[in-house]
């Protein structure tokens, strides 16, 4: 079966400080797709990466990274100097390849950066 | 673009009444889902569709029908409300071709409350 775990429901951060948001897998396919989302206070779910299983490259993309590592099932994602901006919630997501209608989102992690 | 839209943005209903909540895609999506977002449990699926006409159950189908005839909205009906069902509903849409294949972009989310 397909499980996603956030284990941290809440962080709260001062603002420039490095935030890591932990996201552990489930999944008995061999082919799948990971997903981080960001939820701000105005509620919209935004896409923020998409990455399969067969790519472990890690991947940043201005003050965020991903870390990929499929020995330990991890889709980590990091915030470099933190900003209020970044205060959201960030959901994790599981989609199967035989099964790609099935997004298994995990139950959020809630980031709070005070200035 | 307009991309997801949702409508309508909030709603609240006494137990035993009826609404639908109507979604709509401008980016010739072939997918389409509705979710529920209640507190501490992430984003459950509750119907999908693979395309104009085809519907399928979700995660936590019960107590609501879904409808797909055209292929740009997808309408997500409570027949008899229920206190149960107060949450937060976000519709979703994705395709399997492109550069953005598999990603599930989200409307904005209605909020309902059922008395």
């Known amino acids: 079966a397909q499980k996603v775990t956030q284990a941290q429901t809440e962080i709260s951060v001062v603002e420039k400080e490095d935030v890591t948001l932990d996201c552990v897998y489930e999944?008995?396919?061999?082919?799948?797709?990971l997903f981080w989302y960001k939820q701000p206070p105005s509620g919209e779910l935004v896409f923020l990466i998409r990455?399969?299983?067969?790519?472990?490259q890690n991947e940043i993309s201005g003050r965020y990274s991903w870390n990929f590592q499929k020995s330990t099932s991890s889709f980590n994602f990091t915030i470099t100097a933190s900003q209020v901006v970044d205060s959201a919630v960030y959901f994790c997501?599981?989609?199967?390849?035989?099964?790609?209608?099935?997004?298994?989102f995990g139950t959020g992690t809630r980031l709070q950066v005070f200035p | 673009n307009a991309g997801v839209t949702q409508t309508p943005k909030f709603r609240v209903l006494k137990t035993g009444q009826s609404m639908t909540l109507l979604c709509a895609q401008d980016?010739?999506?072939?997918?389409m889902y509705w979710y529920r977002q209640d507190p501490g449990m992430g984003l459950r699926l509750i119907h999908y569709?693979?395309?104009?006409?085809?519907?399928a159950k979700g995660e936590v189908p019960d107590g609501y029908n879904v409808s797909r005839l055209k292929k740009q909205n997808f309408l997500l009906g409570l027949e008899s409300a229920a206190p149960s069902q107060t949450s937060v509903y976000f519709c979703?849409?994705?395709?399997?071709?492109?550069?953005?294949?598999?990603?599930?972009?989200f409307g904005p989310g209605t909020r309902l409350t059922v008395l």
């Open positions: 979703a849409s994705s395709d399997r071709a492109g550069s953005s294949r598999f990603v599930q972009f």
């Open positions: 980016m010739n999506h072939e997918y």
């Open positions: 999944t008995r396919d061999t082919t799948y797709y």
């Open positions: 990455r399969n299983s067969f790519d472990e």
């Open positions: 997501a599981l989609s199967e390849a035989r099964n790609t209608d099935k997004l298994i």
């Open positions: 569709s693979v395309g104009e006409g085809t519907t």
